[in-house]
């Protein structure tokens, strides 16, 4: 297996690692009653989910070995409903970093396809930190106040920027 591949194989665990944050965030607004929070996030781990499958797919069109690793449990409990937020937020730059490094080793191994495939993950984080920045700031605000202003932000702009986009890679058995 190539350095690459190697590195990418990690990647499919980071991405799942990421969908069951997000699942175990979803989780706790739906157990505080806080449904539009918790739609949020029970949609950002399946596009997680999608994330991991598109490099499962990139593998199998490459003819690599697909290694799907296990994961780290997640965060479970929190102290208030910025925390979850604020987690989600640095977990969005933890993958910036890592997909940044996965181009780094690409553009090393001089693989030019690898290159290319990652400039689609690299766009999506800088969309993913900057709506998660601004959710973050939602929250902190209605935290002040109230929570549920939050909530009724979600609903008034819920299903503006969901499902997968045209240029997205293709997810191995079918993006969700
Ligand atoms: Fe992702
Ligand atoms: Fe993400």
Redesign the pocket.
């Known amino acids: 297996m190539s350095r690459f591949s190697d590195a990418l194989n990690g990647q499919v665990g980071n991405e799942f690692g ?1 969908s069951q944050q997000y699942v175990a965030i979803a989780a706790w607004y739906d157990a505080e009653t806080l449904p539009q929070l918790a739609a949020h996030f029970y949609r ?1 781990a399946v ?2 989910r999608n ?1 991991a499958m598109m490099l499962v797919q990139y593998l199998l069109d490459a003819g690599e070995a697909v290694a799907i690793p296990g994961v780290e449990a997640p965060k479970t409990s929190f102290g208030d409903p910025v925390e979850p937020v604020a987690l989600a937020l640095a977990q ?1 730059r933890r ?1 910036t970093a890592q997909i940044s490094a996965l181009a780094t080793i690409a553009r090393e191994e001089d693989d030019r396809i690898a290159e290319q495939f990652l400039q689609w993950f690299l766009k ?2 800088l969309e ?1 930190m900057s709506s998660m920045s601004a959710l973050l700031r939602t929250v902190e605000r209605a935290a002040a106040v109230n929570i549920l202003l939050a909530e009724d932000h979600l609903a008034r702009t819920a299903g503006q920027a969901s499902g997968v986009e045209a240029d997205a890679p293709r997810a191995a058995g079918g993006a969700l």
Do not use: D, I, L, Y
């Open positions: 990421a950002q596009e997680e994330h969005e993958v999506e984080q993913e």
